[in-house]
């Protein structure tokens, strides 16, 4: 099994509603591949960890470089792992209105089972998208 994690820039406005659309059909095509992941996104940034047998996320890494809604994938981390560190698709995203802490928390909790390096890229991030 695999982990894959990139980041990439939002092309255009990517707001809630947009948002929503992208995580209904990665859910669907997840479920139907046997894909398991996180989606951080502030509407500028997507920062995404997948995991799966190689075939699967061959294919949906390739579904996700033909996607035109963000540009410049950076693959920060591609590695072999023993068990899947994300249980179920989850996305984080802070909406209007969500106090910067609450938000924060939400992401410590959905990446508490993930390596310590993808623990620290997705907090860091947010972090960083949660101060600006």
Known sequence: ???????????????????????????ANNRRDGIT???YS???????????EEPDLTRTLDRIRADCRHRAIVILSN????????GSWEMAERRPGVEA?????????LVAGASANVRATFEGLANVRTAA
């Open 1 to 27: 099994m695999r982990q894959i994690v990139y980041i990439s820039t939002a092309a255009g406005d990517v707001g809630p509603a947009a948002l929503t659309g992208i995580l209904a059909a990665s859910r």
């Open 37 to 39: 992941g996180l989606l």
């Open 42 to 52: 502030d509407g500028k940034r997507f920062l995404q960890a997948i995991e799966g």
């Open 79 to 86: 590695r072999a792992i023993e068990a899947r560190e994300f």
């Open 101 to 109: 802490q609450a938000f924060l928390t939400q992401v410590s909790t």
